[in-house]
Protein backbone atom coordinates (compact mmCIF):
# COMPACT_ATOMS: atom_id res chain seq x y z
CA UNK A 1 0.00 0.00 0.00
CA UNK A 2 1.21 3.65 -0.62
CA UNK A 3 2.06 5.69 2.48
CA UNK A 4 -0.74 7.93 3.35
CA UNK A 5 -3.69 6.15 1.38
CA UNK A 6 -6.15 7.21 3.48
CA UNK A 7 -5.82 10.38 2.00
CA UNK A 8 -6.72 8.69 -1.51
CA UNK A 9 -9.72 6.54 0.10
CA UNK A 10 -11.25 9.31 1.64
CA UNK A 11 -11.93 11.32 -1.03
CA UNK A 12 -12.76 8.46 -3.55
CA UNK A 13 -15.11 7.52 -1.02
CA UNK A 14 -16.90 10.88 -1.43
CA UNK A 15 -16.49 11.08 -5.11
CA UNK A 16 -18.41 7.81 -4.83
CA UNK A 17 -21.12 9.07 -2.82
CA UNK A 18 -21.80 12.21 -4.58
CA UNK A 19 -22.11 10.13 -8.22
CA UNK A 20 -24.83 8.03 -6.28
CA UNK A 21 -26.74 10.63 -4.96
CA UNK A 22 -26.36 12.24 -8.79
CA UNK A 23 -27.75 8.91 -10.03
CA UNK A 24 -30.25 8.51 -7.88
CA UNK A 25 -31.98 12.25 -8.75
CA UNK A 26 -31.25 11.35 -12.43
CA UNK A 27 -33.45 8.21 -11.99
CA UNK A 28 -36.29 9.66 -10.07
CA UNK A 29 -36.18 13.13 -12.25
CA UNK A 30 -35.99 11.84 -15.88
CA UNK A 31 -38.54 10.29 -17.33
CA UNK A 32 -38.99 6.33 -17.95
CA UNK A 33 -37.81 5.42 -21.64
CA UNK A 34 -36.36 9.19 -22.10
CA UNK A 35 -34.13 9.34 -24.94
CA UNK A 36 -35.56 5.80 -26.61
CA UNK A 37 -36.52 7.41 -30.27
CA UNK A 38 -34.42 10.41 -29.29
CA UNK A 39 -34.92 13.70 -27.11
CA UNK A 40 -38.02 13.00 -25.55
CA UNK A 41 -40.45 10.62 -23.48
CA UNK A 42 -41.41 7.33 -25.26
CA UNK A 43 -45.14 7.94 -23.59
CA UNK A 44 -46.06 11.11 -25.48
CA UNK A 45 -46.49 9.20 -28.37
CA UNK A 46 -49.16 7.05 -26.76
CA UNK A 47 -50.45 9.97 -25.15
CA UNK A 48 -51.23 11.81 -28.30
CA UNK A 49 -52.84 8.85 -30.09
CA UNK A 50 -55.25 8.17 -27.19
CA UNK A 51 -57.41 11.07 -28.24
CA UNK A 52 -60.88 10.85 -29.34
CA UNK A 53 -62.20 10.80 -33.17
CA UNK A 54 -64.91 13.12 -33.94
CA UNK A 55 -64.78 12.19 -38.00
CA UNK A 56 -65.33 8.25 -38.34
CA UNK A 57 -64.24 8.53 -42.05
CA UNK A 58 -66.32 7.59 -45.45
CA UNK A 59 -65.75 4.31 -45.12
CA UNK A 60 -67.54 3.83 -41.35
CA UNK A 61 -70.73 5.72 -42.73
CA UNK A 62 -71.19 4.04 -45.96
CA UNK A 63 -70.75 0.56 -43.73
CA UNK A 64 -74.79 1.50 -43.30
CA UNK A 65 -75.77 3.97 -45.11
CA UNK A 66 -74.75 1.92 -48.67
CA UNK A 67 -77.74 3.38 -50.53
CA UNK A 68 -77.18 7.03 -49.63
CA UNK A 69 -73.49 5.98 -50.71
CA UNK A 70 -74.46 4.90 -54.35
CA UNK A 71 -76.95 7.88 -55.04
CA UNK A 72 -73.78 10.04 -54.32
CA UNK A 73 -71.49 8.03 -56.77
CA UNK A 74 -73.01 8.73 -59.57
CA UNK A 75 -72.97 12.28 -59.31
CA UNK A 76 -70.71 15.25 -58.95
CA UNK A 77 -70.73 14.78 -54.98
CA UNK A 78 -68.78 11.55 -55.44
CA UNK A 79 -65.82 12.93 -53.91
CA UNK A 80 -67.08 14.82 -51.15
CA UNK A 81 -67.03 12.60 -48.21
CA UNK A 82 -70.23 12.42 -45.94
CA UNK A 83 -69.51 14.72 -42.95
CA UNK A 84 -67.83 17.24 -45.24
CA UNK A 85 -71.49 18.15 -45.24
CA UNK A 86 -73.14 16.43 -42.60
CA UNK A 87 -70.31 17.12 -39.87
CA UNK A 88 -68.38 14.77 -37.30
CA UNK A 89 -70.40 11.48 -36.72
CA UNK A 90 -68.24 8.80 -34.99
CA UNK A 91 -70.48 9.28 -31.44
CA UNK A 92 -73.43 8.33 -33.98
CA UNK A 93 -71.34 6.03 -35.70
CA UNK A 94 -70.53 4.18 -32.19
CA UNK A 95 -74.09 4.45 -30.93
CA UNK A 96 -76.68 5.52 -33.96
CA UNK A 97 -79.72 5.02 -31.34
CA UNK A 98 -78.17 7.93 -28.94
CA UNK A 99 -76.64 10.24 -31.32
CA UNK A 100 -79.08 11.54 -34.39
CA UNK A 101 -77.22 13.76 -36.76
CA UNK A 102 -79.09 17.01 -37.16
CA UNK A 103 -79.56 18.14 -41.31
CA UNK A 104 -77.14 20.76 -42.45
CA UNK A 105 -78.03 24.06 -42.70
CA UNK A 106 -78.79 24.49 -46.41
CA UNK A 107 -78.39 28.03 -46.71
CA UNK A 108 -74.82 28.25 -45.26
CA UNK A 109 -73.40 24.86 -46.37
CA UNK A 110 -73.87 25.29 -50.34
CA UNK A 111 -72.71 29.13 -50.44
CA UNK A 112 -69.30 27.82 -48.52
CA UNK A 113 -68.58 26.33 -51.61
CA UNK A 114 -70.42 27.43 -54.55
CA UNK A 115 -70.52 30.94 -53.89
CA UNK A 116 -69.20 32.68 -56.76
CA UNK A 117 -65.57 33.94 -56.25
CA UNK A 118 -63.18 34.95 -58.59
CA UNK A 119 -60.05 33.42 -56.70
CA UNK A 120 -61.90 30.00 -56.73
CA UNK A 121 -60.93 27.79 -59.82
CA UNK A 122 -62.91 28.78 -63.02
CA UNK A 123 -64.07 25.19 -63.74
CA UNK A 124 -65.48 25.05 -60.25
CA UNK A 125 -69.40 25.47 -60.46
CA UNK A 126 -70.43 28.98 -58.83
CA UNK A 127 -72.91 30.68 -58.58
CA UNK A 128 -74.36 34.15 -57.39
CA UNK A 129 -76.59 32.89 -54.89
CA UNK A 130 -78.23 36.44 -54.59
CA UNK A 131 -79.25 36.54 -58.32
CA UNK A 132 -79.58 32.55 -59.03
CA UNK A 133 -82.52 31.29 -56.81
CA UNK A 134 -84.42 34.14 -55.81
CA UNK A 135 -84.24 33.23 -52.09
CA UNK A 136 -85.03 29.33 -52.88
CA UNK A 137 -82.90 26.85 -50.76
CA UNK A 138 -80.85 25.17 -53.05
CA UNK A 139 -81.87 21.62 -52.00
CA UNK A 140 -85.66 23.21 -53.54
CA UNK A 141 -84.26 22.28 -57.09
CA UNK A 142 -81.20 20.15 -56.40
CA UNK A 143 -80.86 16.57 -54.87
CA UNK A 144 -77.74 17.53 -52.42
CA UNK A 145 -75.94 13.88 -53.58
CA UNK A 146 -76.80 14.07 -57.12
CA UNK A 147 -77.28 17.87 -57.60
CA UNK A 148 -76.90 17.81 -61.11
CA UNK A 149 -80.65 18.94 -62.83
CA UNK B 1 -25.75 -4.39 18.21
CA UNK B 2 -24.45 -0.92 18.92
CA UNK B 3 -24.51 1.67 15.56
CA UNK B 4 -22.15 4.15 15.29
CA UNK B 5 -22.76 6.92 13.43
CA UNK B 6 -19.97 6.09 11.13
CA UNK B 7 -21.62 2.61 10.68
CA UNK B 8 -24.65 4.37 9.35
CA UNK B 9 -22.98 6.86 6.65
CA UNK B 10 -21.12 3.33 5.35
CA UNK B 11 -24.44 1.48 5.17
CA UNK B 12 -26.57 4.53 3.78
CA UNK B 13 -23.34 5.28 1.15
CA UNK B 14 -23.76 1.54 0.05
CA UNK B 15 -27.98 1.41 0.36
CA UNK B 16 -27.60 4.70 -1.89
CA UNK B 17 -25.26 3.23 -4.54
CA UNK B 18 -26.90 0.09 -4.84
CA UNK B 19 -30.30 1.74 -5.22
CA UNK B 20 -29.01 4.30 -8.15
CA UNK B 21 -27.69 1.34 -10.04
CA UNK B 22 -30.89 -0.50 -9.54
CA UNK B 23 -32.96 2.62 -10.94
CA UNK B 24 -30.49 3.40 -13.89
CA UNK B 25 -30.23 -0.12 -14.51
CA UNK B 26 -34.10 -0.22 -14.58
CA UNK B 27 -34.76 2.72 -16.86
CA UNK B 28 -31.92 1.52 -19.32
CA UNK B 29 -34.13 -1.48 -19.24
CA UNK B 30 -37.67 -0.60 -19.03
CA UNK B 31 -40.94 -2.44 -19.74
CA UNK B 32 -41.47 -2.81 -22.93
CA UNK B 33 -45.02 -1.32 -24.59
CA UNK B 34 -47.49 -4.00 -25.81
CA UNK B 35 -46.59 -4.90 -29.27
CA UNK B 36 -48.92 -2.76 -31.58
CA UNK B 37 -50.27 -3.51 -35.43
CA UNK B 38 -49.30 -0.06 -36.07
CA UNK B 39 -45.20 0.07 -37.11
CA UNK B 40 -43.79 3.39 -37.23
CA UNK B 41 -40.80 2.54 -38.64
CA UNK B 42 -43.42 1.95 -41.88
CA UNK B 43 -44.37 5.48 -42.42
CA UNK B 44 -42.91 8.48 -43.66
CA UNK B 45 -45.64 11.24 -43.22
CA UNK B 46 -46.09 14.31 -45.45
CA UNK B 47 -49.26 16.30 -47.07
CA UNK B 48 -49.60 17.19 -51.26
CA UNK B 49 -51.35 20.34 -51.45
CA UNK B 50 -53.47 21.33 -55.44
CA UNK B 51 -53.73 24.92 -55.46
CA UNK B 52 -55.62 24.78 -58.67
CA UNK B 53 -58.20 22.47 -56.46
CA UNK B 54 -58.72 24.64 -53.38
CA UNK B 55 -62.09 26.66 -53.35
CA UNK B 56 -61.39 28.33 -50.13
CA UNK B 57 -64.53 26.87 -48.13
CA UNK B 58 -62.93 26.62 -45.38
CA UNK B 59 -64.17 22.59 -44.54
CA UNK B 60 -60.17 21.64 -43.52
CA UNK B 61 -60.33 24.71 -40.66
CA UNK B 62 -64.01 23.82 -39.65
CA UNK B 63 -62.82 19.90 -39.26
CA UNK B 64 -59.68 20.42 -37.82
CA UNK B 65 -61.39 22.57 -34.87
CA UNK B 66 -64.04 20.06 -34.33
CA UNK B 67 -61.49 16.57 -34.26
CA UNK B 68 -58.43 18.54 -32.31
CA UNK B 69 -60.42 21.37 -29.94
CA UNK B 70 -58.92 23.59 -31.39
CA UNK B 71 -59.66 26.97 -29.15
CA UNK B 72 -61.49 29.90 -30.83
CA UNK B 73 -59.28 32.49 -32.76
CA UNK B 74 -56.54 29.92 -32.44
CA UNK B 75 -55.48 27.68 -36.23
CA UNK B 76 -53.90 24.13 -36.72
CA UNK B 77 -54.23 25.12 -39.91
CA UNK B 78 -56.08 28.07 -41.91
CA UNK B 79 -56.35 28.91 -45.67
CA UNK B 80 -55.19 32.27 -47.43
CA UNK B 81 -56.68 34.49 -50.10
CA UNK B 82 -53.96 35.76 -52.07
CA UNK B 83 -54.68 38.65 -54.62
CA UNK B 84 -51.40 39.28 -56.61
CA UNK B 85 -51.65 42.49 -58.98
CA UNK B 86 -48.64 43.64 -60.97
CA UNK B 87 -46.35 45.51 -59.55
CA UNK B 88 -47.76 46.13 -55.96
CA UNK B 89 -47.23 43.53 -52.68
CA UNK B 90 -49.32 40.86 -52.99
CA UNK B 91 -52.76 41.33 -50.80
CA UNK B 92 -53.64 38.22 -48.06
CA UNK B 93 -56.21 37.45 -45.72
CA UNK B 94 -57.47 34.98 -44.21
CA UNK B 95 -60.62 36.09 -41.91
CA UNK B 96 -61.23 33.99 -38.85
CA UNK B 97 -58.91 31.62 -40.64
CA UNK B 98 -61.17 30.67 -43.39
CA UNK B 99 -63.77 29.34 -40.79
CA UNK B 100 -66.08 30.20 -42.48
CA UNK B 101 -64.90 30.79 -46.34
CA UNK B 102 -64.36 34.15 -47.48
CA UNK B 103 -66.46 37.22 -48.54
CA UNK B 104 -67.03 36.78 -52.50
CA UNK B 105 -64.29 38.59 -54.82
CA UNK B 106 -65.63 39.84 -57.66
CA UNK B 107 -62.41 41.60 -59.34
CA UNK B 108 -61.58 39.08 -62.30
CA UNK B 109 -58.74 41.31 -63.29
CA UNK B 110 -56.01 40.25 -60.36
CA UNK B 111 -54.67 37.32 -60.14
CA UNK B 112 -56.19 35.58 -56.84
CA UNK B 113 -55.98 31.87 -55.34
CA UNK B 114 -56.14 30.22 -52.08
CA UNK B 115 -53.41 28.86 -49.90
CA UNK B 116 -54.35 26.50 -47.12
CA UNK B 117 -51.48 26.15 -44.88
CA UNK B 118 -50.36 23.70 -41.39
CA UNK B 119 -47.47 22.93 -39.80
CA UNK B 120 -45.05 21.76 -42.87
CA UNK B 121 -43.74 18.19 -40.50
CA UNK B 122 -40.15 19.36 -41.36
CA UNK B 123 -37.61 16.68 -41.87
CA UNK B 124 -35.02 19.68 -40.00
CA UNK B 125 -37.62 21.41 -38.46
CA UNK B 126 -36.40 24.27 -36.56
CA UNK B 127 -38.94 23.91 -33.84
CA UNK B 128 -37.79 21.00 -32.60
CA UNK B 129 -34.00 22.10 -32.33
CA UNK B 130 -34.93 24.73 -29.96
CA UNK B 131 -37.06 23.03 -27.64
CA UNK B 132 -34.83 22.96 -23.81
CA UNK B 133 -36.37 20.31 -22.32
CA UNK B 134 -37.47 17.80 -25.09
CA UNK B 135 -40.83 18.62 -24.99
CA UNK B 136 -41.53 18.93 -28.76
CA UNK B 137 -39.87 16.31 -31.02
CA UNK B 138 -40.11 14.78 -34.93
CA UNK B 139 -41.72 11.08 -34.11
CA UNK B 140 -40.07 7.97 -35.72
CA UNK B 141 -42.93 8.60 -38.45
CA UNK B 142 -42.37 11.84 -39.58
CA UNK B 143 -44.96 13.76 -37.42
CA UNK B 144 -43.87 16.94 -35.55
CA UNK B 145 -45.48 16.59 -32.11
CA UNK B 146 -45.51 18.42 -29.19
CA UNK B 147 -45.60 15.96 -25.49
CA UNK B 148 -48.81 18.65 -23.60
CA UNK B 149 -47.50 17.11 -19.71
CA UNK B 150 -43.83 17.56 -20.76
CA UNK B 151 -43.96 21.57 -22.50
CA UNK B 152 -43.08 24.47 -20.15
CA UNK B 153 -45.02 26.96 -22.47
CA UNK B 154 -41.74 28.81 -23.24
CA UNK B 155 -42.55 29.44 -26.58
CA UNK B 156 -39.28 29.12 -28.07
CA UNK B 157 -40.64 26.99 -30.63
CA UNK B 158 -43.47 29.31 -31.37
CA UNK B 159 -40.58 31.70 -32.47
CA UNK B 160 -38.50 29.38 -34.03
CA UNK B 161 -41.23 28.07 -36.40
CA UNK B 162 -40.99 29.91 -39.85
CA UNK B 163 -44.64 29.31 -41.07
CA UNK B 164 -46.53 30.51 -38.14
CA UNK B 165 -47.66 26.92 -37.37
CA UNK B 166 -47.76 27.20 -33.37
CA UNK B 167 -49.54 28.75 -30.74
CA UNK B 168 -49.60 28.91 -26.49
CA UNK B 169 -53.08 26.46 -26.09
CA UNK B 170 -54.81 29.68 -23.43
CA UNK B 171 -56.25 26.71 -20.82
CA UNK B 172 -53.61 24.41 -20.50
CA UNK B 173 -50.05 27.01 -21.16
CA UNK B 174 -48.57 24.42 -23.11
CA UNK B 175 -47.49 24.78 -27.18
CA UNK B 176 -49.96 23.00 -29.23
CA UNK B 177 -49.71 22.47 -32.89
CA UNK B 178 -51.09 20.56 -36.11
CA UNK B 179 -50.37 16.37 -34.89
CA UNK B 180 -51.50 15.74 -38.45
CA UNK B 181 -54.16 14.02 -36.55
CA UNK B 182 -51.35 11.66 -35.06
CA UNK B 183 -54.33 9.90 -33.44
CA UNK B 184 -56.65 9.15 -36.73
CA UNK B 185 -53.39 8.10 -39.32
CA UNK B 186 -51.82 5.32 -36.73
CA UNK B 187 -55.81 3.83 -36.95
CA UNK B 188 -55.70 4.07 -40.67
CA UNK B 189 -58.24 6.83 -41.28
CA UNK B 190 -56.82 10.11 -43.27
CA UNK B 191 -56.44 13.52 -41.43
CA UNK B 192 -60.16 15.53 -40.72
CA UNK B 193 -59.03 17.97 -42.91
CA UNK B 194 -57.89 15.52 -45.76
CA UNK B 195 -61.45 13.69 -44.94
CA UNK B 196 -63.54 17.02 -45.54
CA UNK B 197 -61.71 18.26 -48.39
CA UNK B 198 -64.57 18.20 -50.67
CA UNK B 199 -61.99 18.88 -54.19
CA UNK B 200 -59.65 17.08 -52.38
CA UNK B 201 -56.98 19.85 -52.71
CA UNK B 202 -55.27 18.28 -49.84
CA UNK B 203 -54.12 14.44 -49.45
CA UNK B 204 -52.19 12.99 -46.60
CA UNK B 205 -49.50 10.88 -48.08
CA UNK B 206 -46.79 8.54 -46.98
CA UNK B 207 -43.34 8.76 -48.43
CA UNK B 208 -42.56 4.52 -47.30
CA UNK B 209 -45.61 3.76 -49.17
CA UNK B 210 -44.08 2.47 -52.75
CA UNK B 211 -47.99 2.71 -53.81
CA UNK B 212 -48.96 5.55 -52.42
CA UNK B 213 -50.14 8.31 -55.38
CA UNK B 214 -47.10 11.22 -54.04
CA UNK B 215 -44.50 9.70 -55.79
CA UNK B 216 -46.74 9.62 -59.24
CA UNK B 217 -47.43 13.05 -57.82
CA UNK B 218 -43.92 14.74 -57.31
CA UNK B 219 -42.99 12.63 -60.91
CA UNK B 220 -45.69 14.85 -62.94
CA UNK B 221 -46.08 18.12 -61.26
CA UNK B 222 -44.09 21.54 -60.53
CA UNK B 223 -44.59 21.18 -57.06
CA UNK B 224 -42.96 23.88 -54.24
CA UNK B 225 -42.46 24.04 -50.59
CA UNK B 226 -42.83 27.15 -48.75
CA UNK B 227 -40.01 29.05 -48.13
CA UNK B 228 -37.37 26.47 -49.33
CA UNK B 229 -34.52 28.79 -48.46
CA UNK B 230 -35.30 28.08 -44.69
CA UNK B 231 -33.62 24.32 -45.50
CA UNK B 232 -36.68 22.84 -42.64
CA UNK B 233 -36.96 20.16 -45.63
CA UNK B 234 -40.79 20.52 -45.28
CA UNK B 235 -42.77 17.65 -46.04
CA UNK B 236 -46.11 19.48 -47.10
CA UNK B 237 -45.72 20.27 -51.00
CA UNK B 238 -47.50 22.56 -52.75
CA UNK B 239 -48.86 21.85 -56.42
CA UNK B 240 -48.68 24.99 -59.00
CA UNK B 241 -47.66 27.72 -56.32
CA UNK B 242 -47.39 31.12 -56.71
CA UNK B 243 -44.03 32.44 -56.25
CA UNK B 244 -45.80 35.35 -54.49
CA UNK B 245 -46.71 33.04 -51.14
CA UNK B 246 -45.02 33.12 -48.45
Known amino acids: MFRDSGHLIRPAVVLLLGLGIFLAIRAAVVPKGFGKYGHYRPQALALIRSKPISFAGQDMCLMCHDDQGKARAAGKHAHVACEACHGPLADHANDPAAHKPVLPDVANLCRRCHEKDAAKPKGFPQVVTAEHSGGVLCNGCHQPHNPHL | ?246
Not at chain 2, 18 to 23: D, F, I, R, T, W
Open chain 2, 1 to 246: MEMTRRDLFTIGGKLLVLASVGATLEQIVGAEPAPDAYKMADHWWGMIIDIDKCIGCGNCVRACSKENKVPGGYFRTWVERYQVAEGKQPKVESPDGAMEGFPPLTDENIKSFFVPKLCNHCADSPCTQVCPVGATFISPDGVVLVDPDYCLGCRYCVQACPYGCRYLHPETNTVDKCTLCYHRITQGLTTACCENCPTQARQLVDFKDPKDPVHEFLRHNMVQVLKPYMATNAKVYYKNLDGSVR
